[in-house]
């Protein structure tokens, strides 16, 4: 906790200072983000920070593996779905952005499902993308490719589940709202952005 203390403590004497004039304003006339970034919980991948982003540009959603679900009308708890509804309907985003990453734990779970048996929530979640795990091992991909292309093919799954939602997939056809898809490779720092021709291609 020390260290996150003396991180804030930096925070008032440098960035608060300057930030100031910033936050009041969004204080007073409260967030119009145009984007929604759906990224992995991973520590490693910092979407702001990625995308050079200040307080009130971007709305995030994190989750493990960057996941979101198919739209389910039931009771359960929905926590992705409900932020990506506000981001939609409250926000009004012009854009959301599937932000996936290089050497993501919860890809691998996926993967290797033996790996998350002793976590209690870690394997139905991640199970989400289990179409994209099935898609890329009936290509018989050599193993130290697996990875990325599942990592790949759950951004694409997660795209089309995006669509599943009616207030998504009504404002994608009338213009209003567009979905990208991107991965950061943590080695390399570089962002690739899924292009027309279903391929991640890097944005520089």
């Not at 991973?42 to 200040?54: K, L, N, Q, T, Y």
């Not at 409250?90 to 048996?117: D, N, Q, T, Y």
């Not at 207030?167 to 943590?186: N, P, Q």
Request: with cysteine; aromatic share 8%; charged share 25%.
């Amino acid at each position: 906790m020390e260290n996150l203390l003396s991180g804030y403590r930096r925070f008032r004497h440098t960035v608060w200072p300057s930030r100031r004039e910033r936050f009041q304003a969004l204080a007073q006339r409260g967030q119009k983000p145009e984007t929604l970034v759906i990224a992995c919980s991973d520590s490693r991948v910092d979407p702001a920070m990625v995308f050079d982003a200040g307080p009130g540009e971007i709305f995030i959603v994190r989750n493990v593996a960057n996941l979101v679900p198919p739209f389910e009308d039931d009771t359960a708890f929905h926590g992705t779905s409900a932020a990506i509804e506000f981001a939609v309907r409250v926000l009004e985003v012009r854009e959301i952005i599937v932000m996936g990453h290089a050497m993501c734990g919860g890809i691998h779970a996926l993967l290797h499902p033996a790996s998350a048996e002793r976590l209690d929530f870690m394997s139905s979640w991640v199970d989400i993308a289990a179409e994209a795990r099935d898609r890329v091992l009936a290509c018989e991909p050599v193993e130290e490719k697996q990875q990325q292309m599942c990592e790949f093919e759950a951004i694409k799954l997660s795209l089309r589940n995006l669509m599943t939602f009616r207030w998504v997939e009504s404002r994608v056809t009338a213009g209003r709202l567009t979905l990208h898809g991107a991965s950061f490779d943590i080695r390399s720092g570089v962002l690739s952005r899924l292009n027309e021709e279903g391929e991640f291609v890097p944005a520089e």
